[in-house]
T-cell receptor, first 114, second 113 residues
Framework: EAGVAQSPRYKIIEKRQSVAFWCNPI?????LYWYQQILGQGPKLLIQ????????DSQLPKDRFSAERLKGVDSTLKIQPAKLEDSAVYLC????????????FGQGTRLTVV | GNSVTQMEGPVTLSEEAFLTINCTYT??????LFWYVQYPGEGLQLLLK?????DKGSNKGFEATYRKETTSFHLEKGSVQVSDSAVYFC????????????FGSGTQLTVLP
């Protein structure tokens, strides 16, 4: 079974530029999460989708971050404009519906803003 | 709010040493508790979990017991190997919270041969 795929693996941009990350969850997984992991910290949830609807985006900085999950499968996370403090690893995870299910994580995209 | 506190690293051990990584939590309600592991260059992987008080999760020689009275979920292994070198994250999720994970800050473990 293929895991959660993310691209690109690494990205370096200048501040005020825009960037987009892509995630392809495990086939059939209805729930998709984006987490931000700043160096030395644990991952923090940015947004959660159930199919193509947003369940929780309360911690997403909406003035610069946006995310979508068209057709309830792939998802993109965008930052525009980027700030230095956005340097982090962006992790995508997915899980099937139902209680007590495991979340599977992708390898992440490491973003460096200079 | 909900939070997880892990012992700070890095932790360096010799092969076959005993490992303990402390984890305590604060939660409203009754959380499920997890340990995730992140090997170099790889994504987070679930190591073990426990869903109710006094449950013991175990996998690959690692164990952790859900202690409600001390709000703890300490990770232990009796004899570590070089291949256990990784970052370990304690995490919780609450029922009804759409399974969102709240993570601790992670503990870097290095095992020397």
């Amino acid at each position: 079974e293929a895991g959660v795929a993310q691209s690109p693996r690494y990205k370096i941009i200048e501040k005020r530029q825009s960037v987009a990350f892509w995630c392809n969850p495990i086939s059939g997984h209805a729930t998709l999460y984006w987490y931000q992991q700043i160096l030395g910290q644990g991952p923090k949830l940015l947004i959660q989708f159930q199919n193509n609807g947003v369940v929780d985006d309360s911690q997403l900085p909406k003035d610069r971050f946006s995310a979508e999950r068209l057709k309830g499968v792939d998802s993109t996370l965008k930052i525009q404009p980027a700030k230095l403090e956005d340097s982090a690893v962006y992790l995508c995870a997915s899980s099937s519906q139902g209680g007590n299910t495991e979340a599977f994580f992708g390898q992440g995209t490491r973003l460096t803003v200079v | 709010g909900n939070s997880v506190t892990q012992m700070e690293g890095p932790v360096t051990l010799s092969e076959e040493a005993f490992l303990t990584i402390n984890c305590t939590y604060t939660a409203t309600g009754y959380p499920s508790l997890f340990w995730y592991v992140q090997y170099p260059g790889e994504g987070l992987q679930l190591l073990l979990k426990a869903t109710k008080a006094d449950d013991k999760g175990s996998n690959k020689g690692f164990e952790a017991t859900y202690r409600k009275e001390t709000t703890s979920f300490h990770l232990e292994k009796g004899s570590v190997q070089v291949s256990d070198s990784a970052v370990y994250f304690c995490a919780l999720t609450l029922s009804g919270s759409a399974r969102q994970l709240t993570f601790g800050s992670g503990t870097q473990l290095t095992v020397l041969p």
